[in-house]
């Protein structure tokens, strides 16, 4: 399993670090984003794959800032269903790559039957990261890649997908 995460990590940093070093075209950055991902989603303690969703909102801090505030929410399906409230950072990396940070509250809604969560609590302290490289731009959508981490004292999980986003 371990070697499958590997495989699939690699197969999408490849395509992003040859982007990087070619990254000379510029373009206008907007204030706002409203954006959308999913992917396919590794719960680290449950050893079991599931399917993730991230939408999201940034404002720069002033035109031209690298630097963004905003908020996110994430819904992921695995080993029945949690979803993340947060609000946080975002730092333009590159032209085209950007990278947020952002803690939040997740809300756990496991199997009643299942002993061992009966013992946590139903909400936790929650870090999700996440790092955006846009492979296309059509004048205020972009759309590439996203490797994205969350964390939870009980869980974490990764997911690589597709990021998408609408700039104003």
């Known amino acids: 399993m371990k070697k499958s995460i590997i495989l699939i990590f ?36 449950h050893k079991e794959w599931g399917v993730g969703i991230h939408l999201h909102y940034f404002r720069t801090l002033k035109p031209h800032s690298k630097w963004s505030l905003g908020g996110g929410f994430e819904q992921a399906w ?4 949690h979803f993340n409230v947060s609000a946080g950072a975002k730092y333009q990396l590159l032209n085209r790559m950007s990278i947020a940070l952002l803690p939040g509250i997740t809300f756990l809604s496991h199997n009643e039957t299942d002993d061992t969560r009966k013992l946590h609590p139903k909400c936790f ?22 490797i994205d981490y969350s964390w939870t004292q009980i869980e974490s999980h990764a997911m690589i997908g597709i990021h998408s986003a609408f700039c104003f």
């Open 10 to 45: 690699i197969s999408f940093c490849t395509p992003i670090v040859y982007a990087c070093e070619h990254d000379h075209d510029t373009h206008e950055h907007s204030r706002n984003e409203i954006g959308f991902s999913t992917g396919a989603l590794y719960a680290f303690e």
């Open 78 to 81: 695995v080993d029945g269903s």
């Open 125 to 146: 302290f929650a870090l999700h990261s996440e790092l955006v490289y846009d492979l296309l731009h059509w004048k205020n959508f972009h759309i590439g890649v996203v």
